[in-house]
């Protein structure tokens, strides 16, 4: 129990372009999902925290314009990297946790490798 | 700010042997800490957990320190096998908040 679903795992594109990340709990109704960001050898970085049905709160430094998070059902969560830029290219990584599962235990998705061009 | 660190960037275990991996924290607000493995290009996995009014805990072939008079936790994996190589990040929470800080990981490395 407890999947976490992460789509695509790896993509490619072109400066200035936009790319849709897509986070699903598979087994479970995820009342928060969480979005982080990851560079090579580095820790997790907290981006926003996501609750259904309401904003995203963006942790300090976080462009909310540039990454636009929905959080539209309690099994979906999307982060979107607006105007990519070569810089933007990093590991990012959801999570989520639900009522019906162990409380303040965070499950995680296989990440997304992204690589702007 | 408030931040969790590690001790040793790299830990490097022979099969069987026993493996300790070391976290400092400095919120002494934290309520709850987390350990994650993460191998690579994978999202971290949850290993062991454990709350401030605790100080062990333990699982399969895992245990989990917590000694709060000087903001420490440890990860002690017994009989380490290959699969275990991987990056171990501790984790904390202040309060009954859900948001985690992460600390900034230590590779283990398992020789045969």
């Known amino acids: 129990g407890a999947v976490v679903s992460q789509h695509p795992s790896w993509v490619i594109c072109k400066s200035g372009t936009s790319v849709k990340i897509e986070c699903r709990s598979l087994?479970?109704?995820?009342?928060?999902m969480f979005w982080y960001r990851q560079f090579p050898k580095q820790s997790l970085m907290l981006m926003a925290t996501?609750?259904?049905?309401?904003?995203?709160?963006?942790e300090q430094g976080v462009e909310k314009d540039k990454f636009l998070i929905n959080h539209a059902s309690l099994t979906l969560s999307t982060l979107t990297v607006t105007s990519a830029h070569p810089e933007d290219s990093s590991f990012y990584i959801c999570?989520?946790?639900?009522?019906?599962?162990?409380?303040?235990?965070?499950?995680f998705g296989a990440g997304t490798r992204l690589s702007v061009l | 700010g408030e931040s969790v660190g590690l001790h040793l960037p790299t830990l490097s275990v022979q099969e069987g042997d026993n493996s300790i991996i070391n976290c400092a924290y400095s919120?002494?607000?934290?309520?709850?800490f987390i350990w994650y493995k993460q191998e690579s290009g994978k999202g971290p996995q949850f290993i062991i957990d454990?709350?401030?009014?605790?100080d062990k805990r333990q699982g399969q072939r895992v245990t989990v320190l917590l000694n709060k008079t000087v903001k420490h936790l440890s990860l002690q994996i017994a009989a380490t096998q290959p699969g275990d190589s991987a990056v171990y990040f501790c984790?904390?929470?202040?309060?009954?908040?859900?948001?985690?800080?992460f600390g900034t990981g230590t590779r283990l490395q398992v020789t045969l």
């Open positions: 087994d479970f109704q995820a009342t928060t």
């Open positions: 999570s989520a946790i639900g009522k019906a599962i162990a409380k303040n235990i965070q499950y």
């Open positions: 919120n002494s607000a934290s309520d709850y």
């Open positions: 454990i709350r401030s009014n605790m």
């Open positions: 996501s609750n259904e049905g309401s904003k995203a709160t963006y």
């Open positions: 984790a904390e929470s202040p309060g009954t908040a859900s948001k985690l800080t």
